[in-house]
T-cell receptor
Framework: DAMVIQNPRYQVTQFGKPVTLSCSQT?????MYWYQQKSSQAPKLLFH???????NEADTPDNFQSRRPNTSFCFLDIRSPGLGDAAMYLC?????????????FGPGTRLTVL | KQEVTQIPAALSVPEGENLVLNCSFT??????LQWFRQDPGKGLTSLLL?????REQTSGRLNASLDKSSGRSTLYIAASQPGDSATYLC?????????????FGAGTRLAVHP
């Protein structure tokens, strides 16, 4: 089945220790998104890739970076995680970026910062 | 700036009851609205997508309506079951920051008890 896969499902890191979260998709979609969702809050878009074009949200901290080496994979790098970065990180894809495209979400990675 | 609000934040109902979840948004210039389900600690599952030109969408026991001019959507769940217990999020797709993206509400946490 075509899908969005996130690894790992649970990640524990230490304060200040760099961490990378992974997302892959078999949908061959052009757009990949990363969202941060803190407990009982709305998911918040961090950035997205439209093909190889990186689009950062204005209020995304510099501590968060992303890489998309090919169509199928996208990575979220947190350079120096703080306690406030503990959250669920959701990856999503859409076929394109025009008005009517539906987004498909992966199962998420829950990040704990000790 | 688009803001999405969901009321109530939490709801507890007995099994078999019909119920309505509410979503409101401040900017009526949207392309579509999507309802998602999120089980505890899990990712988002898309339930229904309503394009801006549509008034409602149905899937099984779920019916979602959209009144774009008044900035409101409702998700109707018929004959609720304990398996419906989850958080339900709505998200609108509109132009923000130069391209279109999803803006989420914080969700309604539903508990259906036997």
């Amino acid at each position: 089945d075509a899908m969005v896969i996130q690894n790992p499902r649970y990640q524990v890191t230490q304060f200040g220790k760099p961490v990378t979260l992974s997302c892959s998709q078999t949908l061959n979609h052009n757009v990949m998104y990363w969202y941060q969702q803190k407990s009982s809050q709305a998911p918040k878009l961090l950035f997205h890739y439209y093909d190889k074009d990186f689009n950062n949200e204005a209020d995304t901290p510099d501590n968060f970076q992303s890489r998309r080496p090919n169509t199928s994979f996208c990575f979220l790098d947190i350079r120096s995680p703080g306690l406030g970065d503990a959250a669920m990180y959701l990856c999503a894809t859409s076929r394109d970026r025009d008005n009517y495209n539906e987004q498909f979400f992966g199962p998420g990675t829950r990040l704990t910062v000790l | 700036k688009q803001e999405v609000t969901q009321i109530p934040a939490a709801l507890s109902v007995p099994e078999g009851e019909n119920l309505v979840l509410n979503c409101s948004f401040t900017d009526s210039a949207i392309y579509n609205l999507q309802w998602f389900r999120q089980d505890p600690g899990k990712g988002l599952t898309s339930l229904l997508l309503i394009q801006s030109s549509q008034r409602e969408q149905t899937s099984g026991r779920l019916n979602a309506s959209l009144d774009k001019s008044s900035g409101r959507s409702t998700l109707y769940i018929a004959a609720s079951q304990p398996g419906d217990s989850a958080t339900y999020l709505c998200a609108v797709r509109g132009i923000s920051g130069g391209y279109n993206k999803l803006i989420f509400g914080a969700g309604t946490r539903l508990a259906v008890h036997p």
